[in-house]
C-alpha cells in the first residue's frame, strides 16, 4: 500500500462526513463506470457522480442509506455535475459502498 501524507486531526474534523439515502440512479451516457445517484442528506438532496457502474446495479443503490463527503467543492465529471462523494472501499480495484446495518436517519453526522 502506498503511503499517503498525514493529516492533522483538525483536517480530519474539517471534512464533513454525513449518512445520505439515495433516491435514485442512473447510468452516465457515453461511460461504462459512472452512476449519477440523488440523495437525500435530510436537509436538501444533491447529485453525486460515482464510478460504480461496472459493479452495482442502479436499482439495488436506491433506498441504500450510504456515506457522503458532504463539503468537497461540486465538480463537473464527463459533463455532469456532482455535489460531493460517496466512500466505498477499494477491494482489489472493485468498489464496495460504505452502508449501515442499522436504520441510521439521512443527514446525520458519520465521525
Do not use: W
Not at 462523494?85 to 468498489?95: E, F, H, I, N
Amino acid at each position: 500500500m502506498e503511503e499517503k501524507k498525514a493529516i492533522s486531526i483538525q483536517q480530519f474534523f474539517e471534512t464533513q462526513l454525513r449518512v445520505a439515502t439515495v433516491l435514485a440512479a442512473e447510468r452516465v451516457a457515453g461511460t461504462d463506470k459512472l452512476l449519477k445517484l440523488q440523495v437525500d442528506l435530510g436537509d436538501e438532496q444533491r447529485q453525486l457522480v460515482a464510478g460504480i457502474a461496472h459493479c452495482y446495479e442502479v436499482d439495488a443503490l436506491v433506498g441504500k442509506r450510504i456515506i457522503v463527503v458532504a463539503n468537497l467543492e461540486p465538480a463537473r465529471i464527463r459533463g455532469t455535475d456532482s455535489q460531493g462523494m460517496l466512500l466505498a472501499a477499494d477491494v482489489q480495484g472493485r468498489p464496495v459502498i460504505a452502508t449501515f446495518e442499522e436504520d441510521v436517519p439521512a443527514g446525520a453526522p458519520v465521525r
